[in-house]
């Protein structure tokens, strides 16, 4: 889809083309050396979301993106049906504690509560269940949280980071930058280091509160605390980046009381021993019987299995219930006294059984369909379990009605990748469809972290479905963790090149088979996802008609940088997005990048925005103010959202609005009609 008046459509004006080929030349510096004395947040390139350059590029890139959106069709129409069909009731797993039960609510439309615009930073209150009074306790500056509270009520074990303006000033006074006060949580982007483990005693103020771990030579490291079901210890898990391994140490209860009293006000911390002492596997607490302890591990078993230790013999580990030949094994939870809920993947869809937590003896299998399970409750001392259970066409029993599920069939498939490897992709499409490649599709993938991509309701993606007959398809790429921890590493650091190889061999799949064709087809995903589709328009420009990238890691070079962004990546140049941009008309002929749309937001403090502002600078230098003669175009553009961060918490009103402008621009640009 090209407009009419080109570039100067898609750039707008010749001061559009100044600003890119200013900033980009300002980008590319940054990226390549950086002043040492100089603190991240002053530096060209975006990295001061507070600079006067950097609002009004800002503020020109979005009246240049309003324009382009304001030309897409059914701009109304597709937010009125969005709107309806977000308005169902949602609600979390329930959990019991006491005599209650709890569980999250939302009536269709409620916007949910926000901390701090949506960053990642969070704020806890506590308010008193029986009466549902809010107690004075606040507890500021916390982020990437456990929660622990001792089985007395008096006092809860959280996680915390210092205040990010402490260090600010030290570095704005180092460098004579001035006055910095007011500066928003959220929008900073100083390295996130240093996070403690403390101890808040109920009723008193946070300046009062203990602090119980903290490890000063390695301040990239975070620790999640949790008390066992006997209140007699807390466990600490200790790990850096997003890889599935931890350390694990533990404290024995008993003498907590005297232990804090003689801590108050010394710089030291709780006496941990332990258990595990280096990051070759994963650790997660299921279960214990005074020293005796159960573990779901990926230790020697990259499908995971149970396993048993007394810390007491801390040499000795024992399998309770070994790992699998073939499924992943996902959930190990000790419900009913001695009985364990054990959930299995089999090819990206789970099952349901249960096992004896002393001998690991299968009992009985939980019937489900096709789907996810995406959450579970239960305790040792509960006879009774809740499980959240979705899939593609159903959000759950409250909410089944919200689509005719008839007209829809999912389907899964196996890719054969680059270098033969099997790849899972799931595909829905309306079950008239006629595979002659004349359909609109939007192909959705991630291959990061672990993270299994397994079937959910995305109310956005059934609205294309339906009423711009378009196929949906979700690939289970490696790096991933569908298979294991295999398949995870078999999509990460020097193997990388897998998880974009895949993704492309599932969008050659959905054109050879007939489902759409490459100037009919979308890539869309979120932050490593959006990092995905950059990378891959890089690489393949001419097989696709739309991307939408959201949030998405753009400078893999400088990542690290920035707030949590030490914590998940190795500066690897040959696919960091922003510095393989290239112009493909001067090898293919007549191939230009598809039309692109970035979505970030101005509070987003896990993948910073100027990682989108970056790629969009250099996106716009490299193919529209470079060249003598116009080749671009198709319109590159970004939606920048203003008090939202990466995703979780914002209100279900800026969902809508960003699914709104996104698939419009979608619809527009793959020429996809309404289907009422």
Not at 89 to 97: A, D, I, L, Q, T
Not at 266 to 284: E, G, M
Request: net charge neutral; proline share 4%.
């Amino acid at each position: 889809m090209q407009f009419s008046s080109g570039c100067e459509r898609s750039i707008l004006s010749r001061s559009f083309r100044y600003e890119a080929e200013s900033f980009a030349k300002g980008v590319r510096s940054t990226a390549a050396s950086t002043h040492p004395a100089v603190p991240q947040g002053r530096r060209r390139g975006f990295s001061n979301p507070d600079a006067q350059e950097t609002k009004e590029f800002v503020a020109k890139q979005a009246e240049l993106s309003n324009t382009v959106l304001a030309d897409c069709d059914n701009w109304e129409r597709l937010k009125k049906k969005v709107t309806s069909l977000y308005n169902y009731p949602r609600y979390s797993c329930p959990f019991r504690h006491g005599d209650h039960f709890f569980f999250s609510h939302n009536s269709g439309l409620q916007s949910q509560n926000v901390f701090s615009s949506g960053s990642d930073w969070i704020t806890i209150r506590v308010m008193r269940v029986k009466d549902r009074v809010v107690q004075p306790d606040t507890l500021s500056w916390v982020k990437f949280t456990s929660t622990a509270w001792t089985h007395d009520h008096e006092g809860i074990f959280y996680n915390r980071y210092p205040q990010p303006k402490t260090l600010w000033e030290y570095y704005a006074k180092l460098c004579h930058f001035g006055n910095v006060e007011g500066t928003d949580a959220g929008t900073e982007t100083d390295i996130n280091l240093f996070q403690d483990l403390c101890y808040h005693s109920l009723g008193t103020k946070q300046s009062e509160e203990i602090l119980c771990w903290r490890d000063s030579e390695h301040p990239a490291w975070q620790s999640s605390a949790k008390i066992s079901d006997d209140n007699r210890y807390l466990l600490l898990s200790i790990r850096v980046g997003c890889d599935p391994v931890n350390r694990l140490y533990y404290y024995d209860l008993t003498n907590l009381s005297e232990d804090l009293i003689a801590l108050k006000g010394s710089n030291f911390t709780l006496p941990h021993i332990k258990l595990v002492d280096n990051f070759d596997a994963q650790y997660q607490y299921v279960a214990n019987d005074g020293p005796v302890f159960t573990f779901l591990t990926n230790r020697s078993a990259p499908r995971y299995k149970v396993t048993r230790v007394d810390i007491n013999n801390p040499e000795v580990w024992s399998d309770v219930i070994p790992e699998s030949t073939s499924d992943v094994l996902t959930v190990a939870k000790c419900v009913n006294k001695n009985q364990l809920l054990i959930s299995y993947m089999q090819d990206v869809r789970h099952v349901l059984q249960v096992h004896d937590l002393q001998t690991g003896a299968f009992r009985c299998g939980i019937p489900l369909e096709f789907g996810t399970v995406s959450d579970t409750s239960g305790r040792r001392e509960d006879s009774e379990i809740f499980i959240n259970f979705t899939r593609f066409l159903i959000p759950g029993t409250v909410g089944s009605q919200i689509f005719d599920r008839s007209r829809f069939r999912t389907k899964q498939v196996f890719v054969t990748s680059k270098d033969g490897t099997k790849v899972p992709m799931f595909i829905i499409f309306q079950r008239e469809l006629v595979r002659d490649g004349n359909h609109p599709a939007l192909l959705c993938g991630y291959g990061f972290f672990n993270i299994s991509l397994t079937p959910c309701l995305s109310v956005s993606r059934l609205v294309l479905a339906r009423h711009y007959g378009t196929v949906v398809a979700v690939a289970n790429i490696r790096g991933g963790g569908e298979y294991g921890e295999e398949w995870h590493k078999a999509g990460s650091l020097r193997k990388k090149h897998n998880c974009f190889d895949v993704f492309i061999s599932c969008a050659e799949f959905l054109i050879n088979e007939g489902y759409t064709q490459s100037n009919k087809l979308c890539i869309e995903d979120g932050s490593n996802g959006g990092f995905l589709v950059a990378a891959c328009i890089n690489q393949r420009p001419e097989l696709f008609g739309c991307a939408l990238a959201l949030v998405g890691v753009m400078d893999m070079l400088r990542f690290h940088k920035f707030t949590i962004g030490n914590l998940f990546h190795h500066r690897l140049q040959w696919y960091s997005p922003i510095h393989n941009v290239w112009r493909p008309w001067e090898k293919l002929k007549g191939v230009q990048y598809p039309p692109t749309l970035l979505l970030t937001a101005d509070h987003d403090d896990r993948v910073v925005p100027l990682h989108s502002l970056k790629l969009l600078a250099t996106l716009q230098y490299t193919l529209c103010t470079s060249s003598t003669k116009l080749h671009q175009t198709n319109p590159i553009i970004a939606r920048i959202d203003r008090k939202a961060g990466h995703g979780a918490g914002r209100p279900t009103q800026k969902m809508i609005d960003e699914v709104t402008d996104a698939y419009s621009f979608l619809a527009k640009m793959i020429g996809a009609t309404w289907i009422e």
